[in-house]
């Protein structure tokens, strides 16, 4: 949700009630729901003739829309069963429901990464890289910042080379996670995991973390920790990014968070960037680069982090490519 759309949201939910609140909330994601709540909490007063636009939006958006079936997953089970026969339609069926039987991995996104890391400590390698890859890549990051350095990269050598996940490979955690797994075995086998997982968490994790991993496994596999490599985006990587590409970012982050980020940039990244801001822009940036005092490293690589999340959404929208490896190309 774009921030228009979640004040949208959440002076509609205000207008709702608390209990019709409640019932909306239950179907949210917990990033929505936390985004939600700090957009809420943070609302002091909001005028009637707000209100009423939101509320006559959604009115309007409702109206446009028309449920055909009310259970859409027992719709295409019926249909399949009726046209393919049992056999046929259970595995296509397997195919098109993948991922819906993990309601326990689900429950694991409303936790706090240290919470899912003590819960997964003692477990092997290979059932944590099995549970993770269900998780965002920031959070299964922060998972693994709470692991010691020999497991995380022991999960992290797994997750790249991840191919699927098979039903007996989450039966084993059933007692560790008490019955949060419980329906694990029915989990299909997904495209989770891979090269690109991993370079995605690699790339939340922080410089630090990032090099032992990457050099352990290298030390197992050298050519794929240079294919990891090549699929990951650090932020130096704004160099490789065309003006026009710089500029669209630019637009996308706050000058407090670029100032920040930047004291940990080489000087060729921040002329690359001021060289795509307006010479005020770019007069103003310098002054705060200049007087802005010493800044703890974490601070840096978290505003940095920030921006590669602006810079990857941008290249899920197709607004810019960031590439990597491959025949891939920056533009």
């Known amino acids: 949700m774009e921030d228009q759309g979640i004040h949208d949201a959440a002076i509609f939910l205000m207008s709702l009630g608390e209990e019709e609140a409640a019932e909306v909330f239950k179907h949210l994601s917990p990033k929505e729901v936390q985004k939600l709540g700090e957009t809420i909490a943070s609302m002091r007063t909001v005028s009637r003739e707000r209100v009423e636009q939101v509320i006559s939006r959604f009115t309007d958006e409702a109206a446009s829309q028309s449920l055909l079936v009310s259970d859409t997953n027992n719709y295409v089970k019926s249909v399949l069963k009726r046209a393919l026969g049992d056999d046929k339609a259970s595995l296509l069926i397997d195919r098109i429901m993948q991922g819906s039987d993990v309601s326990g991995i689900e429950s694991l996104k409303w936790m706090d990464p240290q919470s899912i890391a003590e819960l997964l400590r003692n477990e092997h390698p290979q059932i944590m890289a099995a549970i993770l890859v269900h998780l965002e890549a920031?959070?299964?990051?922060?998972?693994?910042?709470?692991?010691?350095?020999?497991?995380?990269?022991?999960?992290?050598?797994?997750?790249?080379?991840?191919?699927?996940?098979?039903?007996?490979?989450?039966?084993?955690?059933?007692?560790?996670?008490?019955?949060?797994?419980?329906?694990?075995?029915?989990?299909?086998?997904?495209?989770?995991?891979?090269?690109?997982?991993?370079?995605?968490?690699?790339?939340?994790?922080?410089?630090?973390?990032?090099?032992?991993?990457?050099?352990?496994?290298?030390?197992?596999?050298?050519?794929?920790?240079?294919?990891?490599?090549?699929?990951?985006?650090?932020?130096?990587?704004?160099?490789?990014?065309?003006?026009?590409?710089?500029?669209?970012?630019?637009?996308?982050?706050?000058?407090?968070?670029?100032?920040?980020?930047?004291?940990?940039?080489s000087q060729e990244l921040k002329e690359h960037i001021l060289a795509n801001m307006s010479s005020r822009a770019a007069e103003g940036l310098r002054e705060d680069l200049e007087s802005r005092g010493p800044v703890r490293l974490s601070e840096v690589e978290g505003q940095q982090k920030e921006i590669l999340k602006t810079v990857r959404r941008l290249s899920d929208e197709g607004s810019i490519v960031i590439g990597g490896g491959g025949d891939d190309s920056f533009v």
Not at 157 to 166: K, S
Not at 199 to 204: E, G, P, V
Not at 205 to 212: A, D, L, P, S
């Open 138 to 265: 920031d959070l299964t990051a922060g998972v693994l910042k709470h692991l010691n350095e020999r497991m995380r990269n022991e999960v992290m050598l797994r997750i790249a080379t991840l191919e699927g996940i098979q039903p007996t490979a989450l039966n084993d955690l059933n007692e560790v996670l008490y019955q949060v797994l419980a329906g694990g075995d029915k989990v299909r086998k997904t495209s989770l995991g891979g090269i690109q997982t991993a370079a995605d968490i690699l790339n939340l994790m922080g410089t630090g973390i990032e090099g032992t991993v990457i050099e352990s496994i290298r030390n197992v596999d050298a050519d794929l920790a240079q294919k990891i490599m090549d699929k990951m985006f650090v932020f130096e990587d704004l160099l490789k990014l065309d003006n026009k590409s710089v500029q669209m970012v630019l637009k996308e982050v706050s000058t407090d968070m670029l100032v920040i980020a930047l004291k940990g940039a």
